[in-house]
């Protein structure tokens, strides 16, 4: 870990912290989310201004997956990945739903595809059955 990566008595905000880690491309966006509930600490939800401490577990919804994260280092300026990298671990348990998750919407999405595109019949088909319900 760099200089700036601190282990003792800082005082570091959550957004700030979010945004550092690298699991949101700005601060704006990181305190959006946490105001909006997407990161939370043991189901309660917290504020931008929260502080972060090392050993705390974290929620952090993004997208259609939510991450559960212990903060392992500190550091109030963002560096490059692999150093960002160093400031969380996600737990075991959650890489394992989200990859499950991620499985049942791959397989989901495989089986509403169309098999091919609508010819000529079909687009007449549905043509009329518009007219019809109108």
């Known amino acids: 870990m760099s200089k700036d990566t601190e282990t003792t008595n800082s005082i570091i905000r959550l957004d700030k912290w979010l945004w550092a880690a690298r699991l949101f491309k700005t601060r704006?966006?990181?305190?959006?989310?946490?105001?909006?509930?997407?990161v939370q600490s043991a189901g309660n939800k917290l504020k931008p201004?929260?502080?972060?401490s090392i050993?705390?577990?974290?929620?952090?919804?993004?997208?259609?997956?939510?991450?559960?994260?212990?903060v392992k280092g500190l550091s109030e300026h963002r560096r490059g990945a692999p150093e960002a990298a160093l400031l969380y671990e996600e737990t075991q348990q959650s890489i394992d739903k989200r990859t499950?998750?991620?499985?049942?919407?791959?397989?989901?999405?495989?089986?509403?595809?169309?098999?091919?595109?609508?010819d000529k019949k079909d687009r007449r088909l549905r043509t009329a059955m518009k007219h019809y319900a109108e």
Not at 55 to 70: A, F, H
Not at 100 to 118: S, Y
């Open 28 to 38: 704006s966006i990181a305190k959006q989310a946490v105001e909006t509930g997407k």
């Open 49 to 52: 201004g929260r502080d972060v």
């Open 55 to 70: 050993g705390m577990e974290l929620d952090v919804r993004q997208g259609w997956d939510t991450r559960t994260i212990v």
């Open 100 to 118: 499950q998750l991620a499985e049942q919407r791959r397989l989901h999405a495989q089986l509403e595809q169309p098999i091919a595109k609508p």
